[in-house]
């Protein structure tokens, strides 16, 4: 079993930054790919980014690419979510997965999840 914990949501106004958290724990976590995801309300649930279990390979939505960058620690067993230049259509419910799987994109190849971290950015 992994167990996760997200950190780090907030109130934000539009072009400001927040970094999320995510703390993992259980046996051979750091063996897993880590995904981002997001819902906002009335909305599905969607993919924002992932990485490899390596940290050598990243992979984005459109909607973030090049203002959302996704990294992490394995010796501490921590992934970060840096999210720069923030919309109003980025408020979400945020949630750190992490899973075996090949498709990142796809959530249910994802095993474990975290509770999930409000952002709201305001305009």
């Known amino acids: 079993q992994v167990q996760l914990v997200e950190s780090g949501g907030g109130l934000v106004q539009a072009g400001g930054s927040l970094r999320l958290s995510c703390a993992a724990s259980?046996?051979?976590?750091?063996?897993?790919?880590m995904g981002w995801f997001r819902q906002a309300p009335g909305k599905e649930r969607e993919f924002v980014g992932a990485?490899?279990?390596?940290?050598?390979?990243?992979y984005y939505a459109d909607s973030v690419k090049g203002r959302f960058t996704v990294s992490r620690d394995n010796a501490k067993q921590t992934t970060h979510l840096q999210m720069n230049n923030l919309k109003p259509e980025d408020t979400a419910v945020y949630y750190c997965?992490?899973?075996?799987?090949?498709?990142?994109?796809?959530?249910?190849?994802?095993?474990?999840w975290g509770q999930g971290t409000q952002v709201t950015v305001s305009s």
């Open positions: 997965a992490a899973g075996a799987g090949i498709s990142w994109t796809d959530e249910y190849e994802y095993d474990f």
């Open positions: 990485i490899s279990w390596s940290a050598d390979r990243t």
């Open positions: 259980g046996r051979t976590s750091s063996l897993y790919a």
